[in-house]
C-alpha cells in the first residue's frame, strides 16, 4: 500500500481514473481540491474547520456547510452557543457544554469495563480525549488568559497520545477535567464586558486573540471533541 506523508508535496496533483477506494486521510490538507465525476459512495468526512465562519463545501453545486451546521446544532443542544459574546451567554454556553460532557460521562460509566481506554480506527480513546481538553483548557485559558505556566502532567499535546500503552487511572483523569472546567467556570462567573475584549496571546503564533476569543476557542474543542467523542462511543456500543 503506497503512503505519503509531510515530506510528500502533492499540491496541484492530478489524479485521473486513480482508484482510491478505502483510502485514508489524516491530517491533510484538502482546501480547494476539486473533484469531478466521483464516486464518493460511503465517504466519511471529518471536517473540524467546516464550523468556522465562511467556511465552505460544496456538493454537486450544493453548498452543504450551513446544512451540517445546523445539523451539529440540532444534534447537540447548546453547541449553537458556542460564539456567545457577552458574559451572560458565555456562562450558558460554558454550562451547556459541561451538561453535555457530564452526560457523555455517565453513558461511558455504564458501558463495559475498558470503554473509557478503547481507541476506535486509531482515535483518541474518551479518556484520552479528555486528557487533551486538560491541555487545551491550560494553553488557551491557563496561559493566554489567566498567565499561567503550570501544565496538568495528564495533558496531551495535539498531535500526541497515539500510544495505546499510555493510560492513566481514569479517575485521575476525570479529577484533572474536573480541575480545569472549574477553572473555566470560576473565570467566567465574574468577568466583564470590558475584560473580554483585554488582549492575549495566542500560544501557537502571532495571530492577536482577546480573552473573548481564547474563551471561544476553548469553547470550540469542548463540542468537536464531545462530537469525536460520542461518535466513537456510538461505534463502541455497536460492536
Known amino acids: 500500500m503506497a503512503k505519503f506523508g509531510q515530506s510528500d508535496d502533492l499540491r496541484g496533483a492530478e489524479f485521473a481514473d486513480a482508484n482510491l477506494k478505502g483510502s485514508r486521510f489524516v491530517e491533510c490538507d484538502l482546501t480547494d481540491v476539486v473533484m469531478r465525476g466521483v464516486d464518493i459512495g460511503g ?47 458565555l456562562r450558558a454556553a460554558w454550562a451547556a457544554a459541561e451538561k453535555a460532557w457530564s452526560a457523555a460521562c455517565d453513558r461511558a460509566a455504564s458501558m463495559p469495563d475498558g470503554t473509557v481506554d478503547a481507541s476506535v480506527g486509531g482515535e483518541w480513546s474518551f479518556a484520552k480525549t479528555q486528557r487533551h481538553l486538560v491541555h487545551a483548557t491550560d494553553l488557551w485559558i491557563g496561559r493566554s488568559v489567566l498567565g499561567r505556566e503550570d501544565f496538568h502532567p495528564l495533558g496531551i499535546r495535539y498531535a500526541e497520545g497515539s500510544d495505546p500503552t499510555d ?62 467523542a460520542t461518535r466513537d462511543l456510538d461505534t463502541l456500543a455497536a460492536g
Open 43 to 89: 465517504t466519511d468526512i471529518d471536517a473540524p474547520w467546516l464550523a468556522e465562519p465562511g467556511a465552505s463545501l460544496i456538493v454537486n453545486g450544493v453548498e452543504v456547510a450551513p446544512y451540517v451546521q445546523a445539523e451539529l446544532d440540532r444534534r447537540f443542544p447548546g453547541r449553537s452557543e458556542r460564539r456567545a459574546e457577552d458574559p451572560d451567554g
Open 167 to 228: 493510560t492513566a487511572p481514569y479517575a485521575d483523569v476525570l479529577e484533572a477535567r474536573a480541575g480545569r472546567v472549574a477553572m473555566v467556570r470560576d473565570l467566567l462567573a465574574t468577568i466583564t464586558p470590558e475584560e473580554l475584549g483585554t488582549p492575549r496571546t495566542n500560544p501557537h503564533g502571532p495571530r492577536p486573540e482577546t480573552t473573548r476569543s481564547c474563551i471561544h476557542v476553548i469553547l470550540e474543542e469542548e463540542w468537536e471533541h464531545l462530537r469525536f
